[in-house]
Protein backbone atom coordinates (compact mmCIF):
# COMPACT_ATOMS: atom_id res chain seq x y z
CA UNK A 1 0.00 0.00 0.00
CA UNK A 2 1.18 3.39 -1.21
CA UNK A 3 1.87 5.92 1.39
CA UNK A 4 -0.13 9.32 1.21
CA UNK A 5 2.02 12.09 0.09
CA UNK A 6 1.65 14.74 3.49
CA UNK A 7 0.13 18.17 2.22
CA UNK A 8 1.92 21.26 2.90
CA UNK A 9 0.10 23.62 4.46
CA UNK A 10 0.27 27.25 4.88
CA UNK A 11 -0.79 30.01 6.81
CA UNK A 12 -1.89 34.08 5.47
CA UNK A 13 -1.91 35.82 8.22
CA UNK A 14 -3.16 39.50 6.12
CA UNK A 15 -5.90 41.81 7.44
CA UNK A 16 -6.66 42.64 3.50
CA UNK A 17 -8.78 39.97 2.13
CA UNK A 18 -8.02 40.15 -1.66
CA UNK A 19 -4.46 39.74 -0.68
CA UNK A 20 -5.25 36.54 1.12
CA UNK A 21 -7.18 35.04 -1.55
CA UNK A 22 -4.99 36.32 -3.77
CA UNK A 23 -2.53 34.58 -2.83
CA UNK A 24 -4.28 31.47 -1.73
CA UNK A 25 -5.81 30.76 -4.95
CA UNK A 26 -2.39 31.34 -6.41
CA UNK A 27 -0.82 28.68 -3.94
CA UNK A 28 -4.30 26.18 -3.72
CA UNK A 29 -3.35 25.89 -7.74
CA UNK A 30 0.12 24.99 -6.81
CA UNK A 31 -0.92 21.99 -4.65
CA UNK A 32 -0.90 23.77 -1.43
CA UNK A 33 -2.86 23.55 1.42
CA UNK A 34 -4.12 26.94 2.60
CA UNK A 35 -5.04 28.23 6.28
CA UNK A 36 -6.58 32.05 6.39
CA UNK A 37 -6.10 34.64 8.79
CA UNK A 38 -7.45 38.11 9.07
CA UNK A 39 -5.11 39.29 11.99
CA UNK A 40 -2.12 38.03 13.86
CA UNK A 41 -3.95 37.03 17.29
CA UNK A 42 -6.59 34.54 15.36
CA UNK A 43 -3.32 33.68 13.43
CA UNK A 44 -1.39 32.45 15.97
CA UNK A 45 -4.08 30.71 17.44
CA UNK A 46 -3.91 29.02 14.43
CA UNK A 47 -0.69 28.56 14.33
CA UNK A 48 -0.91 26.52 17.16
CA UNK A 49 -3.42 24.72 16.37
CA UNK A 50 -2.56 23.23 13.06
CA UNK A 51 1.36 23.93 13.02
CA UNK A 52 1.63 25.01 9.92
CA UNK A 53 4.57 24.05 7.28
CA UNK A 54 4.82 27.57 6.67
CA UNK A 55 3.80 31.14 7.85
CA UNK A 56 3.30 34.10 5.55
CA UNK A 57 2.72 37.66 7.60
CA UNK A 58 1.72 40.93 6.37
CA UNK A 59 3.48 43.05 8.29
CA UNK A 60 1.07 46.31 8.09
CA UNK A 61 -2.07 45.17 9.91
CA UNK A 62 -3.58 46.61 12.88
CA UNK A 63 -3.41 45.77 16.17
CA UNK A 64 -0.27 44.21 16.49
CA UNK A 65 2.17 44.09 13.28
CA UNK A 66 3.91 41.35 11.49
CA UNK A 67 6.97 41.68 13.55
CA UNK A 68 5.44 41.82 16.82
CA UNK A 69 3.39 38.65 15.98
CA UNK A 70 6.63 37.01 14.37
CA UNK A 71 8.59 37.52 17.56
CA UNK A 72 6.06 36.26 19.77
CA UNK A 73 5.50 33.21 17.45
CA UNK A 74 8.92 32.43 17.66
CA UNK A 75 9.04 32.70 21.55
CA UNK A 76 6.20 29.89 21.61
CA UNK A 77 8.10 26.23 21.55
CA UNK A 78 4.78 24.98 19.75
CA UNK A 79 5.33 27.51 16.90
CA UNK A 80 9.12 27.98 17.41
CA UNK A 81 10.27 26.25 14.29
CA UNK A 82 7.64 27.34 11.75
CA UNK A 83 9.38 29.27 9.38
CA UNK A 84 7.96 32.44 8.78
CA UNK A 85 8.01 35.00 5.30
CA UNK A 86 6.83 38.63 5.73
CA UNK A 87 4.78 40.33 2.86
CA UNK A 88 5.14 43.32 2.65
CA UNK A 89 4.53 46.71 0.34
CA UNK A 90 7.38 48.63 1.03
CA UNK A 91 11.05 48.65 0.97
CA UNK A 92 12.43 47.16 4.76
CA UNK A 93 14.91 49.38 6.21
CA UNK A 94 18.19 48.02 7.39
CA UNK A 95 16.74 47.92 10.81
CA UNK A 96 13.70 45.93 10.00
CA UNK A 97 16.25 43.45 8.06
CA UNK A 98 18.62 43.17 10.95
CA UNK A 99 15.29 42.54 13.34
CA UNK A 100 14.16 40.09 10.82
CA UNK A 101 17.61 38.27 11.63
CA UNK A 102 17.27 38.50 15.10
CA UNK A 103 14.11 36.90 16.01
CA UNK A 104 14.75 34.38 13.03
CA UNK A 105 12.25 35.17 10.15
CA UNK A 106 13.04 33.05 7.19
CA UNK A 107 12.63 35.50 4.09
CA UNK A 108 10.20 38.60 2.72
CA UNK A 109 8.16 39.24 -0.28
CA UNK A 110 6.89 42.47 -1.94
CA UNK A 111 3.58 42.15 -2.61
CA UNK A 112 4.38 43.57 -5.96
CA UNK A 113 6.15 40.55 -7.17
CA UNK A 114 4.72 38.43 -9.78
CA UNK A 115 2.78 35.15 -9.30
CA UNK A 116 5.33 32.88 -10.93
CA UNK A 117 7.83 34.61 -9.15
CA UNK A 118 5.61 34.70 -5.53
CA UNK A 119 4.80 30.82 -6.11
CA UNK A 120 8.55 30.38 -7.14
CA UNK A 121 9.58 31.50 -3.60
CA UNK A 122 7.07 30.19 -1.64
CA UNK A 123 8.40 27.18 -3.44
CA UNK A 124 12.16 26.88 -2.60
CA UNK A 125 11.67 28.00 1.23
CA UNK A 126 9.45 24.84 1.40
CA UNK A 127 12.10 22.63 -0.44
CA UNK A 128 14.72 23.91 1.32
CA UNK A 129 12.51 23.08 5.03
CA UNK A 130 12.05 19.87 3.46
CA UNK A 131 15.60 19.34 3.11
CA UNK A 132 16.40 19.88 6.91
CA UNK A 133 13.74 17.37 7.87
CA UNK A 134 16.00 14.66 5.57
Do not use: C
Not at 32 to 37: A, D, K, M, P, T
Not at 55 to 82: C, F, H, Q, W, Y
Not at 103 to 113: A, E, F
Amino acid sequence: MDTPIKKTHILIIDDDEVMRRLYGSLLGKAGYEVIYSPDSVQGRELARRFHPDLILMDIEMPVENGLTASRRLKEEPETANIPIVLLTNADLSIEAEKWMKEISITDYIQKGISNDDFIERVGKIIDRRTEKKI
